[in-house]
């Protein structure tokens, strides 16, 4: 199990990327969070687990059906200093 960073590049704001990506984490129990970001993109911190990486990152990629993803970029991310119980939206 990993934290990992992802940023999420496309038509991902104002088209309820981030409710249906939360939704969908919440039900399959990830932890994190997803966040606007000023540039445009959508970030994502959350722990996954190295069997589960593909069906996180289809979930990514899926989004709402309004939202266009172009790419996702993603580390290792080391710096997760919180404590969660499931996965959030922030705003």
Do not use: C, H
């Not at 934290?3 to 990327?17: C, D, K």
């Not at 000023?38 to 990152?57: I, P, R």
């Amino acid at each position: 199990m990993e934290w990992y960073r992802f940023i999420i590049v496309g038509r991902v704001q104002g088209v309820f990327y981030r409710k249906f990506v939360s939704q969908d984490m919440m039900r399959k129990q990830y932890k994190g969070y997803i966040q606007n970001l000023s540039d445009g993109t959508v970030e994502v911190v959350a722990e996954v687990f190295d069997d589960d990486f593909d069906t996180f990152m289809n979930i990514l990629n899926e989004g709402s059906p309004l939202s266009s993803v172009e790419e996702v970029k993603y580390e290792i991310f080391n710096e997760a200093e919180f404590t969660t119980d499931g996965f959030e939206i922030r705003y």
